[in-house]
C-alpha cells in the first residue's frame, strides 16, 4: 500500500551541485505533478506530466528539469542547486477522468547553502 | 489566469468551537474545487471536493458548499477538536485542464 513514494527525504546541498529527486507510485496513474512548497506562498507547480514520454511547465519551472521515462516514476532534477531553491518539494499523482483525487508523496526537504 | 485565495492564518480556536476558513477563486468556466489538509510532517491529503455550483462537499464533520455567484468555497465545521490542527488548503483544477492549483494554506490550531 505504498501510494506515492518521494525519495530522499531530506538531503542539503552546496550551491551549484546538482541532484535528481525520485517520484513513484504504484496506482497506475497517468497524471504527475512536482510542487514546491515555501512559508505563506502555498504549493505551487514546478512542472507536470500526463502520461510516460510527456512533461510540461508549470508556474516556476526555472532551475528545474524533469523527466517521465516510465509511467511510474517522475523525476525532478536541479542541475546547479541555488539557495532559492531551498524548499519543501511534493510529488503528486492522480488518475484520468472525472474528479479525480491527487494522493501526495511525503515530501522532501532540500536545503542549499 | 485560474488563482486561489485563502485567508491568512494562523487559526486558533478552542476545542469544541465553530469554524470557518474563507477561500475565494478565479477562473473561467466552472472548475472542481477542493480542500486539502496537512497534518505535520506530512504529505497533503483530500479532505473533501466540488465538482459544480451549489454541490456541498464534505467529510469527518467539514463541509464547503460551491458557490459560483461569490466564487467561494469556504470550510465549515462545527465543533472543532485539537486532532483536527494542520494546514488547510482550498485547491482548484480549471476547466480542460490538468493542473491543480493552490492558495497559501491557512494553518490551524485548536487549543484544548
Known amino acids: 500500500n505504498a501510494g506515492v513514494t518521494q525519495t530522499p527525504k531530506f538531503r542539503v546541498l552546496k550551491t551549484g551541485q546538482s541532484m535528481t529527486l525520485l517520484c513513484a507510485q504504484d496506482m497506475n496513474h497517468e497524471y504527475m505533478y512536482w510542487y514546491r512548497q515555501d512559508p505563506g506562498m502555498g504549493l505551487r507547480l514546478i512542472h507536470y506530466?500526463?502520461?510516460?514520454?510527456?512533461?510540461a511547465k508549470g508556474e516556476v519551472p526555472d532551475g528545474y528539469n524533469v523527466s517521465r521515462l516510465k509511467k511510474q516514476n517522475f523525476l525532478l532534477g536541479l542541475e546547479s542547486a541555488a539557495p532559492s531553491q531551498t524548499s519543501v518539494y511534493f510529488c503528486?499523482?492522480?488518475?484520468?477522468?472525472?474528479?479525480?483525487?491527487?494522493?501526495f508523496g511525503q515530501g522532501t526537504r532540500l536545503t542549499v547553502v | 489566469g485560474n488563482s486561489v485565495t485563502q485567508m491568512e492564518g494562523p487559526v486558533t480556536l478552542s476545542e469544541e468551537a465553530f469554524l470557518t476558513i474563507n477561500c475565494t477563486y478565479t477562473?473561467?468556466?466552472?472548475?472542481?474545487l477542493f480542500w486539502y489538509v496537512q497534518y505535520p510532517g506530512e504529505g497533503l491529503q483530500l479532505l473533501l471536493k466540488a465538482t459544480k455550483a451549489d454541490d456541498k462537499g464534505s467529510n469527518k464533520g467539514f463541509e464547503a458548499t460551491y458557490r459560483k455567484e461569490t466564487t467561494s468555497f469556504h470550510l465549515e465545521k462545527g465543533s472543532v477538536q485539537v486532532s483536527d490542527s494542520a494546514v488547510y488548503f482550498c485547491?482548484?483544477?480549471?476547466?480542460?485542464?490538468?493542473?491543480?492549483?493552490f492558495g497559501s494554506g491557512t494553518r490551524l490550531l485548536v487549543r484544548p
Open positions: 477562473a473561467t468556466g466552472y472548475p472542481s
Open positions: 503528486a499523482s492522480r488518475s484520468t477522468g472525472g474528479e479525480t483525487e491527487a494522493f
Open positions: 485547491a482548484l483544477r480549471g476547466d480542460s485542464s490538468y493542473k491543480l492549483i
Open positions: 506530466s500526463v502520461g510516460e514520454g510527456t512533461t
